[in-house]
């Protein structure tokens, strides 16, 4: 069975930076496609990254050239590098697979304050 922990969250003012991190069981990262997605309260969750199964990455419009996305295969763990961050950046951040999804984690809080 797929568990997905997110960490690494907080509260930081705008034009900070924070790494998220999402350790993973169950999967194997040499061979699936991973991503972190968010949702802020109100509105529908929305894929900010994705890295596929060959390590090549892509970003939603928000957030492409703040964020980047990596993992590393031996620790089954994925990171989500954020800098130069928004107040629009504020949301609970999850990471799951790539369009086919597993149980969803308990994810992690963002707050940017301005």
């Known amino acids: 069975q797929v568990q997905l922990v997110e960490s690494g969250g907080g509260l930081v003012q705008a034009g900070g930076s924070l790494r998220l991190s999402c350790a993973a069981s169950g999967i194997i990262f040499s061979r699936k496609a991973m991503a972190w997605y968010r949702q802020a309260p109100g509105k529908q969750r929305e894929l900010v990254a994705g890295?596929?199964?060959?390590?090549?990455?892509d970003y939603s419009d928000a957030v492409k050239g703040r964020f980047t996305i990596s993992k590393d295969n031996a620790k089954n763990m994925v990171y989500l590098q954020m800098n130069s961050l928004k107040p629009e950046d504020t949301a609970v951040y999850y990471c799951n697979g790539r369009g086919a999804w597993y149980s969803w984690g308990q994810g992690t809080q963002v707050t940017v304050s301005s």
């Open positions: 890295i596929s199964s060959g390590g090549n990455t």
